[in-house]
């Protein structure tokens, strides 16, 4: 820990010595000023943690000194040193920023405790300050990739919402990065230096969901052998983040309810209500206005979390923001790998685009480290995106049609977003194998050259473009 640098102002020239003797044995760094001009000199020439300034000196006002010290040099702490006679000075001078008073004379442990006092107050302050940094730094908008109208839209809508206490409502598909954002709000909030407590409400059951949040008492159920907190005691002062709100039980919905509106609870099996300050951030992948109208979604819960509410776009729907998140996962695990991985062909960046993300964000990245793992060459091609965007073989019992208007659905909907893919994929490969002679790589695949370049024209491909790769 860095030695802590103490300016003294005082124009007697004991008490300014004595101090410093005080002061010295205790391993502070310690500089002794007679006026107010020397004194703020040495403050436009050095970085003090605390100054001690005698309010009456013969040169200049000390109220003047601490304007001009707030001024420029706002992270230093004053402390005022006054005639008992003249407290009332010193007072308003705290009024206008000073951060204590001592009172002459003044003992040894006056002196030692009101410097310390300062002196752990501005390490606080800058570690609270270095922590909110590196937290910005780890979750801020730096980190979250995106310049699509939409994304810059959201940045916007944080940047005024984050520093209240509101309670925001995010909704997007899976996969959209609904936590990133909720830990952006809570990064540019006023509890960034307090906990962020994420919980998934469709991973529990709704007895365990019920404890995770409120707490429990001892013997409330079997297994409860001591008192144990909930999420809404975890969370104080801090953020409560509750991803998949909508998979809460009717039961559960009306306590969260009680919560957002009187900011009490009562654990399971307790008897008294606790208080909680805690912010709550909520998300959502599901139509909770279609919920409400079927009865299985609150109507008053819903408008208490849906005060400000977040709507993060599909990544079809920001195709443009594709590339810049393929190269930002590569060079993450190029890092993570060690591997030489350049980047994309323009082949391969757009048939990244064109392909739907039914997964999102979360499926890009997915795919982009399947691909850094996989791939044994820099640079990426279409033909590596199509290997790994192929449709599965297999079907879940889920996606498999009930009907014959489903099948056919299910048929076209896999012509557009699979066999497109593929075609151009064929054409690609043909291409490179005939050295990009288009009439060659139609005879070794069978086609006609007319056929064979309608095609091209079909995805866009051109011999000049691909040789210019």
């Given at each position: 820990?860095?030695?802590a640098?103490?300016l ?27 006026t107010?001009?020397?004194g ?10 605390v ?6 000196l ?8 601490l ?5 420029d ?9 006054t005639?008992?006679s003249?407290v009332?000075?010193?007072?308003e ?31 606080l ?40 206490d509101?309670t925001?409502l ?25 906990q ?19 707490g ?9 052998v ?16 509750l ?22 609870f ?19 992948g ?5 919920m409400?109208?079927?009865g ?31 190269y ?5 695990f ?26 999102n964000?979360?499926?890009l ?17 279409s033909?590596?995106?199509w ?10 019992a889920?996606?498999?049609p ?12 896999l ?23 288009i ?13 064979f ?17």
């Open positions: 820990m860095a030695v640098q103490i003294i102002i005082d124009d007697e020239h004991v008490i300014g010595m004595v101090c410093r003797l005080i002061l010295e044995e205790q391993d502070y760094a310690v500089d002794v000023c007679k107010g001009k020397e703020l000199e040495h403050v436009a020439q050095g970085q003090y943690d100054i001690l300034l005698d309010f009456k013969p040169d200049m006002d000390g109220m003047d000194i304007k001009i010290i707030r001024r040099q706002p992270g230093a702490y004053v402390i005022i040193m005639a008992f003249t009332e000075n010193a007072v001078a705290m009024k206008a920023g000073a951060f204590d008073y001592l009172a002459k004379p003044f003992v040894d442990d006056e002196l030692l405790f009101t410097v310390g006092k300062a002196v752990e107050k501005k390490r302050v800058e570690e609270n300050l270095a922590l909110r940094q590196q937290l910005i730094d780890t979750y801020g908008f730096s980190n979250i990739v995106g310049e699509d109208p939409n994304i810059r839209v959201i940045f916007n809508q944080i940047t005024k919402v984050a520093p209240t509101t925001v995010i909704c997007g598909e899976p996969g959209t990065g609904k936590e990133l954002f909720a830990r952006a709000i809570h990064t540019y909030s006023k509890r960034a230096t307090r962020f407590i994420p919980l998934d409400c469709s991973t529990l059951s709704p007895n365990l969901l019920e404890s995770e949040l409120f429990h008492v001892r013997g409330a159920f079997t297994g409860a001591k008192d144990t907190p909930g999420m809404f005691e975890v969370a104080n002062k801090g953020t409560l983040f991803d998949e709100v909508a998979n809460l039980t009717l039961e559960i919905q009306g306590k969260l309810l009680r919560v957002l509106e009187t900011r009490d009562k654990p399971v099996g307790a008897s008294q209500f606790k208080q909680t300050d805690t912010r709550i951030l909520a998300a959502t599901r139509d909770l206005k279609a409400v109208e079927a299985t979604f609150r109507d008053d819960l819903y408008y208490r979390l849906n005060v400000f509410p977040l709507f993060l776009p599909p990544l079809r729907e920001r195709k443009d923001d594709i590339p810049r998140l393929a930002h996962f590569l060079r993450l190029r890092r993570k790998l060690g591997k030489r991985l350049d980047g994309f062909t323009e082949d391969a960046l757009e048939a990244l685009r064109s392909h739907e993300w039914p997964g964000v979360r499926q990245k997915n795919v982009v480290e399947r691909l850094a793992i996989v791939t044994d060459h820099p640079l990426l091609t033909l590596d995106i290997d790994n965007l192929r449709p599965s073989r297999s079907w879940g889920e996606t498999v009930e009907t014959l208007e489903e099948l056919k659905e299910a048929k076209k909907r012509l557009e977003q699979h066999f497109g893919q593929v075609e151009k994929a064929f054409l690609l490969k043909a291409l490179d194998a005939a050295d990009h002679n009439t060659l790589a139609a005879q070794q695949v069978g086609m006609k050259r007319p056929n370049s309608t095609l091209m024209k079909k995805h866009h491909i051109s011999v000049e473009r691909i040789k210019g790769q």
